[in-house]
């Protein structure tokens, strides 16, 4: 498939910026070497079939170093990493093995109690299997000439929390890493992921976190609405954790509202990746998605599941669905006039059952990406659930709409206040509420 002038161009810049990262890295690595007689493709191989267990049993576990770590008097800073592999469930009650990495922080619980552990929920990586989070720590970057680039943003958010002397715990989610399609914004996937990885760190051999520790939710974007949906899945599906939290940023909790909004921006790839989590995911929508698909469509939709996130944007970003369909309509259009495919969108929603543990939401004014309104909704709804919610507008000006600006600006500046609020959680102070503003 031929590369427009723009993505050669993203090319070499991904490149430089390749060569400076990497020189900056290199020094920093420290920490022992994984063991001798593994690798990485070793252990991101499922066992067939699963081990008899239950969800959250770990599988198999291995140390490995973290690109990032400065080696201090305890250990490495801010932590040590281990890889996991652990029992989940599927969207549909399945049993399937999602891999993810457990980061012990080296510094000291500065809070009162025992140290909590917080599931980070990355945002969006991608759909190739280069792209899981557990390989990228130990990257920082990937690049495969030419546009297959990735760098593991998550270790902000991650080394944040690891810096207050919290444990982190960051799932893979389902088939990123692990055979089978990544089941990308499906609720119940990556809800069951999320409460499965905190489960399998109080089971894993040596773990300091056990099963009566606090835990708090994390995430942004896609890692947003992961988070989200744990939250409201707990009640029902893992009720014996500690939950005391969930940060739930730029969430997207209505894929209706979002396919409309980012169609024809950086991320429309993006949408490549929530069909073929269907397609993969609902066997029922199949015959409906490949009637509306172009050959072309066809094509980008296989070539996307290959890709991170970089690359999809260099190849897709600025395009539209519409390219990519028979009869010239967006998906955005066409889900309506696809009845299974519409009612597995339906099934998506988040904001239908109550949270047990306060949330707070934050949402940029002007998110180009995930869109406002939409967020908003899912607060009014928890909120009419009784739920203890807080929502945080980020109030950022439009700028330049359409190249996810929008939406990866609040994740910054919220993310001093969502630290405080989340330590504020293990610290047993009263969370705030904006439910009757």
Known sequence: MAIPRWGQGAALVLGVCLAVV??????????PAAPANSTPADFYAVPTPLPAGAPGDVLKSESYPPA????????????GAQRIMYRS???????????????????PWSGGGPRPLVVLAPGTQGQGDQCAPSKLFAEVVHYTPPLDFSVEYETIQ??????????????DYEGLGTPGVHSYIDRRAEGYAVLDAARAVTRLPGSRIGGDNPIGLWGYSQGGGAAASAAELQDSYAPELNILGTYAGGPPADLRAVAQTIDGSLGTG????????????????RAEIDEILSPYGREVLDDIATQCTSETIARYGLHRTSEW?????????LIDTLPNVGAVVDEQRIGRLTPRSPVLIAQGRNDDL?????????ADDWCRLGATVEFSIQEIPPI????????????????????????????????????NV
Do not use: K
């Open 22 to 31: 990497t020189a900056g890295t290199a020094s920093a690595e420290s920490a």
């Open 68 to 79: 990032l770590a400065v080696p201090d008097q305890v250990g490495p800073w801010p932590s």
């Open 270 to 285: 993006f949408l490549g990746y929530s069909v073929n989590s269907i397609y993969a995911g609902y066997p029922q929508t």
């Open 400 to 435: 330049a709409p359409g190249f996810v600006i929008g939406h990866v600006l609040p994740a910054g500046t919220v993310l001093p206040y969502a630290l405080n609020w989340m330590t504020d959680r293990f610290a047993g102070v009263p969370a705030p509420s904006t439910c």
């Open 158 to 171: 991650a080394y944040a929390l690891l810096s207050r002397g919290m444990d982190v715990v960051v799932t």
């Open 325 to 333: 369909t028979r009869d010239g309509r967006s998906f955005a259009e």
């Open 89 to 107: 469930t599927n969207a549909h009650g399945q049993a399937v093995a999602v891999t993810g990495t457990y980061f012990d922080a080296s510094v």
């Open 370 to 378: 995930v869109p406002y309104a939409q967020a908003r909704t899912l």
